[in-house]
């Protein structure tokens, strides 16, 4: 994917999308810029929306564009005692798509990731192109469409979809509030074989302060859309809004599950993960936030039974907004075990990826069977999450078999920009 042709194609679309922004006071093909939002609807949050005005029900979109860049600084200590630093810069994610609805009913959106930054592993480099597609779905609002009174909304959809676990991943990689999402969060994730979010087919329905999601998800991967000869995922999730319980400002209380039936020659979803169970809270008052997520499930079968057997773990976040919408101070505790010695395993960035920059260095390439990190950040809002910088601080040990593989500590920053 890395040519010229795809590089230049690249980047015609950033030009293009980024002018839509640049000249808000011009028309083109009878679509009118407005400046609105709903808070039922899905283009919610954007003032680059278009309407189609030639339809008595219109068409609504707006174009996507995120880009984060980010540096990484990695000093820490292997199995063996050898101590080692490393400094990675990389184009973290570079994704862009278009979002909307028709007729009030449908709802579509597709995100593409144009950018595969490979560059600081041996001899690899920046991928540009398109790589896979973050989401790419269609949904009808069956409420709309057949005046369902009984229910506040009931929704059914096809596409690429994220299977929403952990806390952390409850948002988007532009709405997170740590540099990186912790691994055990990402242990969690129904990540297909590149890293992307799995084809679904999913019904939603929301009653009141409940709201119930079902999917089936595939583990089978296409850099496109994907079809269903491997792996298949059954998905629930359950989220009840407790404020009026509490008299806070925020108290949510959300429980997801999954079971995947698979075979081992089967391409599957979360690593191979079997299944898991996680609840999540997240509370708010004034300026202080607390999100805690808890977890089990069993890593299903694997090759290498070191890394099969179960596993849980927890992840506490206590946050505070030191200036409300501009300043945040944001902490993390993450800990995850296995029953297996290998079972649970570090994130990519970045002690593993100094250990593919250093022969010489044995971390066993991030598996252990016990993990503890804990993470300060600070996150400054220049746009609210249009525009900001997200730093922060990282320490961390992974051990194996009573063993301490891994331990030391991690700085980063990173701007994002969301369009």
């Known amino acids: 994917m890395d040519n010229p042709r795809n590089t230049a194609i690249v980047g015609v679309c950033a030009l293009i999308t980024l002018s839509i922004f640049l000249i808000p006071s ?196 296409n850099d496109w859309i994907g079809g269903w000869s491997d792996s298949l995922t059954y998905y629930m999730s359950w989220e009840v809004d407790l404020v009026s319980k509490t008299g806070l400002d925020k108290t949510d209380l959300w429980w997801s599950t999954y079971y995947q039936n698979a075979q081992t020659n089967e391409a599957r979803l979360a690593g191979g993960n079997q299944w898991a169970t996680t609840v999540v809270t997240r509370f708010a008052k004034g300026s202080a936030e607390l999100h805690t997520t808890v977890a089990f499930g069993d890593n299903g079968a694997k090759p290498n039974t070191n890394r099969s057997g179960s596993f849980c773990g927890t992840v506490i976040m206590p946050m505070y907004w030191i200036i409300p919408n501009k300043h945040k101070f944001v902490t993390r505790i993450q800990y995850q075990k296995s029953s297996q010695k290998e079972g649970i395993r570090l994130n990519s960035r970045y002690a593993r990826l100094a250990e593919k920059r250093d022969e010489q260095l044995e971390i066993n390439a991030g598996r252990g069977d016990s993990h503890l990190s804990y993470y300060i950040g600070y996150n400054y809002y220049i746009n609210e999450h249009n525009l900001k910088i997200v730093s922060g601080i990282k320490w961390e040990k992974l051990s194996s078999d009573g063993k301490t593989i891994y331990h030391g500590c991690t700085i980063g920053a990173g701007i994002r920009l969301l369009f």
């Not at 995120?66 to 570079?94: C, K, P, W």
């Not at 009030?104 to 593409?112: E, G, N, R």
């Not at 229910?151 to 299977?163: E, K, L, N, P």
């Open 26 to 221: 011009q028309k083109c093909c009878a679509r009118e810029f407005i400046e609105s939002a709903s808070s039922v609807n899905p283009l919610n949050n954007s003032a680059h929306q278009f309407d189609y005005l030639e339809n008595a029900n219109p068409l609504k979109f707006k174009p996507y564009l995120a880009y984060m860049h980010q540096l990484g600084y990695v000093s820490g200590t292997d199995q063996n005692g050898r101590n080692f630093e490393d400094t990675t810069e990389e184009i973290r994610r570079f994704w862009i798509g278009i979002q909307g609805t028709f007729s009030d009913y449908l709802a579509f959106k597709a995100v593409s990731q144009i950018t595969n930054d490979r560059h600081n592993y041996p001899n690899e480099n920046r991928q540009f192109g398109h790589q896979t597609f973050r989401s790419a779905y269609i949904s009808l609002q069956v409420h709309e469409a057949f005046n369902l009174k009984i229910i506040d909304a009931f929704t059914i959809g096809y596409g690429r979809r994220s299977g929403r676990m952990a806390d952390e991943w409850q948002r988007s990689a532009t709405h997170i509030n740590t540099l990186e999402r912790s691994a055990f969060s990402n242990k969690l994730w129904l990540s297909d074989s590149k890293k992307g979010n799995p084809l679904a087919a999913w019904t939603k329905v929301k009653k009141g302060k409940h709201t119930i999601d079902l999917a089936l998800f595939s583990g089978t991967y």
